[in-house]
């Protein structure tokens, strides 16, 4: 895991947050910054929970997530219940689809 620690990683994850914030976004992947590692990176903010209208926040479930790195990430589907709902794209700004994702799931990883 001394590969976690490199300066090229270390960058690329503060990259990540410069991004998130950048386009007030919730999520992004290593690849969509050109770097061809298994690292994403999410937050959800107090700011983005409160631009979002009440019914959505309980419908999805939002709740306040400090920024977090997973690293060599691990995905466990609980059930078989999926969302669909519009994401937007860091790396292609102001491109939006709608998605479909399961709705329980457990992530684990490396952090930073």
């Known amino acids: 895991m001394n ?3 490199s300066l090229e990683i270390q960058k ?5 947050k410069i991004v998130l914030k950048k386009y007030d976004a919730f999520g992004i992947s ?3 910054l050109g770097m061809p590692v298994t690292i994403f990176a999410l937050q ?3 700011e983005q ?4 209208n009440d019914s959505d926040v309980a419908q999805r479930g939002m709740v306040e997530t400090p920024f977090k ?5 691990k995905v466990k589907i609980i059930g078989n219940s999926h969302t669909e709902e ?3 794209c860091c790396s292609m700004n102001q491109y939006s689809a709608i998605v ?11 952090n930073e």
């Open 30 to 32: 290593a690849p969509q």
């Open 100 to 110: 479909s994702r399961h709705k329980e799931l457990i992530v684990s990883g490396y």
């Open 86 to 88: 519009r994401e937007g």
């Open 44 to 46: 959800c903010t107090k």
């Open 12 to 16: 690329l994850i503060n990259n990540m």
């Open 69 to 73: 790195v997973f690293i060599n990430p």
């Open 49 to 52: 929970i409160s631009g979002t």
């Open 3 to 5: 590969r976690i620690q």
